[in-house]
C-alpha cells in the first residue's frame, strides 16, 4: 500500500477483522429545496482509493426553469462524472463540450491542467416538473497527470459492461471489476460500479483493488451481521474477502475504489492538488479573470456569467 487515506487509522480486533475499517455518515446541505448529502471528503477519511469527493444530489422535482443552474467555474487536478439515475443535465466547458448528461451514460471530464464548466437543467423542452437524482464525484489524479491537458469523454449507457444473475445486476462505469473493463480511460487503477439487488440477494465485493468503499442509495444492506441504511458510506479493510447482502426491500449501492495514491490531496473550493503552491496559483489565475490568456477560459455558449473566487 502506498498511503493509507484514512486519516485516524484503528487495527480491529477478532471478529471485527473482516468487517468495516470506517463508515461515513454524509453531511447534508439544502440548496433551497435540493438537497445534496456529502460522504467524501469526510473527517476520518479523505478518500477511498483515488474518489476524493462523493455527493448525493437529490432525489427531488425541478419546476420548468426552477432546476439546477451552476454557473461557470474551474477545476485543477481531477477528473469528474455526475452520474444520474433520474433526470438530465447540460454540461458545457472551456473545451467546446455541449452534452447532455442522462441516466446511466458517462460523461468522464478530465480537468488536469485546467478546466472551467457549467452545469444546467436549461432545457427548453420541459414543460412539466423532472425528477432528477444521481452522483456526483470527483477522483483525484496522480501527481504526474495533475498537469495534463484538458479533456472530455462520454459513453453512452449501452456502452457500459452490464452483468446481472442471481437477483443482481452490475453496471461498471469506470475501471475494471468482476472480470470486466469500463470504455473510458482513466488515469490511475479503479472501480467504480450501479449496483441493484432484489431482496436477499448476495454480492461480494470485488477483491483485486486496495481500497474499496459502498454507497448505499436507497434501501439497507447487511455486512458482516451489522444493517446499513440508504445514506451511508462505509469502507472495507484491504485484501479482506467481503460483501452485502440486500435487506427485505432490496438495494441500490455504489460501490468505489482503487489504487490508493502517493499522498494525500490538498482541496480548495474545486480545486484539487497535491501541493498548497498548485492551488495558489491557480486562484490568482482565476480571480484574474484573464480569459484565454490564463490556463482559464470560460465555455463557448455560456461565457456571459461565472461563479467568482470564493473570499476563502
Not at 493509507?4 to 468487517?19: F, H, K, Q, S
Not at 472551456?94 to 451514460?105: Q, R, V
Amino acid at each position: 500500500m502506498s498511503w493509507n487515506p484514512a486519516l485516524d487509522p484503528e487495527c480491529p480486533m477478532g471478529d471485527a477483522v473482516d468487517a468495516i475499517d470506517t463508515v461515513i455518515i454524509p453531511r447534508a446541505r439544502d440548496l433551497g429545496g435540493f438537497e445534496v448529502r456529502r460522504a467524501l471528503p469526510a473527517p476520518r477519511r479523505q478518500m477511498v482509493g483515488p474518489f476524493i469527493f462523493f455527493d448525493q444530489m437529490g432525489p427531488a422535482e425541478f419546476l420548468p426553469t426552477k432546476g439546477m443552474d451552476v454557473r461557470p467555474h474551474p477545476h485543477i487536478g481531477l477528473a469528474t462524472i455526475s452520474y444520474l439515475y433520474r433526470g438530465r443535465m447540460h454540461h458545457r466547458d472551456s473545451l467546446g463540450t455541449d452534452a447532455w448528461i442522462e441516466p446511466g451514460a458517462v460523461n468522464w471530464m478530465v480537468a488536469g491542467h485546467g478546466i472551467t464548466h457549467s452545469e444546467r437543467t436549461d432545457d427548453a423542452t420541459q414543460a412539466g416538473p423532472m425528477p432528477f437524482f444521481g452522483i456526483q464525484t470527483w477522483v483525484a489524479l496522480p501527481k504526474d497527470h495533475e498537469d495534463r491537458p484538458a479533456e472530455f469523454e462520454h459513453a453512452a449507457k449501452d456502452a457500459l459492461p452490464f452483468m446481472e444473475g442471481e437477483g443482481k445486476s452490475v453496471r461498471l462505469i469506470l475501471g475494471s471489476a468482476y472480470g470486466e473493463t469500463a470504455p473510458v480511460k482513466t488515469a490511475s487503477e479503479m472501480f467504480y460500479a450501479d449496483a441493484v439487488l432484489e431482496p436477499g440477494a448476495h454480492l461480494p465485493l470485488p477483491d483485486d483493488h486496495e481500497d474499496r468503499g459502498v454507497y448505499v442509495v436507497e434501501g439497507d444492506v447487511d455486512v458482516a451481521g451489522a444493517t446499513y441504511p440508504a445514506g451511508q458510506m462505509f469502507v472495507f479493510r484491504p485484501s479482506d474477502r467481503v460483501g452485502l447482502t440486500a435487506g427485505s426491500a432490496g438495494a441500490r449501492v455504489m460501490l468505489l475504489g482503487g489504487e490508493t495514491l502517493e499522498g494525500p490531496r490538498y482541496i480548495w473550493w474545486n480545486f484539487v492538488a497535491s501541493s498548497k503552491e498548485r492551488i495558489e496559483t491557480a486562484k490568482e489565475e482565476w480571480r484574474r479573470e484573464a480569459w484565454g490568456q490564463d490556463r482559464f477560459t470560460l465555455p463557448p455558449g455560456d461565457d456571459a456569467e461565472f461563479i467568482p473566487l470564493p473570499e476563502r
